[in-house]
Nanobody
Framework: QVQLVESGGGLVQAEGSLRLSCALSGRIFSTSAAGWFRQAPGKEREFVAA????????YYPDSVKGRFTISRDNAKNTVYLQMNSLKPEDTAVYYCARGTWYSGPGSRDPRNYDVWGQGTQVTVSS
């Protein structure tokens, strides 16, 4: 059974940086994907980034492209989200998820992810 544990959240000033980590335990398949989502109070869960477990494929929405970078360390079964130039509107609980990789917009559908972490709070002050 796959479990995910996020860490690295916290309080940061606008234009600052944070790196989130997601440790995955259990079996991971070559067709698996790891994704990051976020949810702010009163808003729907929003896709942030996805990476295929094997290869170099990644996908980002326009809202974070150029500021956020997803990466992974297969040896450590860990996925990272490097967040730079943070804005107050990036404030949310960030969730890591494991699912099946789909190219392009398929990666952003939360229904393609079956295991979720507990979330980590990111707060960006202005």
């Amino acid at each position: 059974q796959v479990q995910l544990v996020e860490s690295g959240g916290g309080l940061v000033q606008a234009e600052g940086s944070l790196r989130l980590s997601c440790a995955l335990s259990g079996r991971i398949f070559s067709t698996s994907a790891a994704g990051w989502f976020r949810q702010a109070p009163g808003k729907e869960r929003e896709f942030v980034a996805a990476i295929k477990w094997i290869g170099t494929s990644t996908y980002y929405p326009d809202s974070v492209k150029g500021r956020f970078t997803i990466s992974r360390d297969n040896a450590k079964n860990t996925v990272y989200l490097q967040m730079n130039s943070l804005k107050p509107e990036d404030t949310a609980v960030y969730y890591c998820a494991r699912g099946t990789w789909y190219s392009g917009p398929g990666s952003r559908d939360p229904r393609n992810y079956d295991v979720w972490g507990q979330g980590t709070q990111v707060t960006v002050s202005s």
